[in-house]
């Protein structure tokens, strides 16, 4: 049974810094594609970045040059680096994971940024 719990979100001012995390369990090394995705309210839910099990990574223009999706050495935890942070990255945040075609989500996280 794969579960992916996201942690790491929170309030933050404009031009600060978050760390997300997204821890999994089962089925971790048959994981193709890791990946972020992002729900603003109103707005339908957005891919924010992703990374291959080969450690390629790919970002969302919104967020180029001011996010980093990475993997811890152990493999089971995904983190997405976030710096910059402006009032329109306000949302939930989602991990979502690929084992083939089936993907499965976590429960989501909040990032709040105020002006």
């Known amino acids: 049974q794969v579960q992916l719990v996201e942690s790491g979100g929170g309030m933050v001012q404009f031009g600060g810094s978050l760390r997300l995390s997204c821890t999994a369990s089962?089925?971790?090394?048959?994981?193709?594609?890791v990946a972020w995705y992002r729900q603003a309210p109103g707005k339908e839910r957005e891919l924010a970045a992703s990374?291959?099990?080969?450690?390629?990574?790919n970002y969302a223009d919104s967020v180029q040059g001011r996010f980093t999706m990475s993997r811890d050495i152990r493999g089971n935890t995904w983190y997405l680096q976030m710096n910059s942070l402006q009032p329109e990255d306000t949302a939930v945040y989602y991990c979502?994971?690929?084992?083939?075609?089936?993907?499965?989500w976590g429960q989501g996280t909040q990032v709040t940024v105020s002006s």
């Open positions: 990374i291959t099990a080969g450690g390629t990574t």
């Open positions: 979502r994971a690929f084992l083939g075609s089936v993907g499965f």
């Open positions: 089962g089925g971790i090394s048959a994981f193709k594609v």
